[in-house]
């Protein structure tokens, strides 16, 4: 297996809400005996490294904090000059509590010395928030969101991801934010450098085009697109965007893997 690190979504690609996919568990036990690394990759900032491990453990996969890079990690490395700056975190406690333990000067009140307002996926959002925020943006300071994602995937359907709501934002102020996580490189070259191996020895695996996949473009890296979450065959026919391969899902990856019809 010429692979050696493996950059793994998690929703839609490992599980779907509460329901583990069919192979996870076995492509897991593959890569790691055939002496590969899995790290699980989010753009999610609503929830720390904690909770996806209780989450992971509860779906029997087996892991360690070390094993995850998340949004949150690669804000923190993308802000590391603006410590002495305040930022107003429009986003959960728990990523506010992540940003605040690293180190950063957060606030969730409208203050007239904020810098920077930095926006994740926010499952207790409120209107004050989006009010603040359209404040700030006037006021002109620097707009930072986590990742661009549309929707995060549910066993019901789609919720509004960060993405959609800096849409909201964006037709209300006419501000667009910096993007931090997929599909910007820097979440996979950062763990490409913590694992110490090569592009050609790692390998993206996601479900969606426009973050993952595009992550993975950017980062000069192999991808495989799985169609068991947000992405589907129309979605990649219409798409500028092309995996190295398309797979309809774990259980294929790892049967291919096996076979040596892929890396």
Known sequence: MKKKLFLLDMDGTLYLSDQLFDGTLDFLSYIRSHGGKPVFLTNNSSKGVDAYLGKMHRLGIPCTSSDFFTSVDAAIAFLSQDRNKKIYLFGTRSFYTQMQQAGFCVTTTLEPDIDILLCGFDTELTFQKLEDACILLGRGVRFVATNPDWVCPTDYGY?????????????????????????????????????????????????????????????????????????????????????????????????????????
Do not use: H, W
Request: net charge negative.
């Open 159 to 263: 919720v509004p991801d960060c993405g959609s709501v800096c849409q909201m934002l964006f037709r209300a102020t006419g501000r667009t934010p910096e993007v931090i996580g997929k599909p910007q490189p820097d979440m996979a070259l950062l763990a490409m450098a913590k694992a110490g191996v090569s592009s050609e020895e790692t390998v993206l695996i996601g479900d969606r085009i426009y973050t993952d996949i595009a992550c993975g473009d950017a980062a000069g890296i192999d991808t495989i697109l799985v169609l068991s979450g947000e992405s589907t065959m129309e979605t990649l026919n219409q798409s500028e965007i092309k995996p190295t391969y398309v797979m309809q899902d774990i259980r294929q990856v790892l049967t291919c893997l096996e076979r040596e019809e892929i890396i």
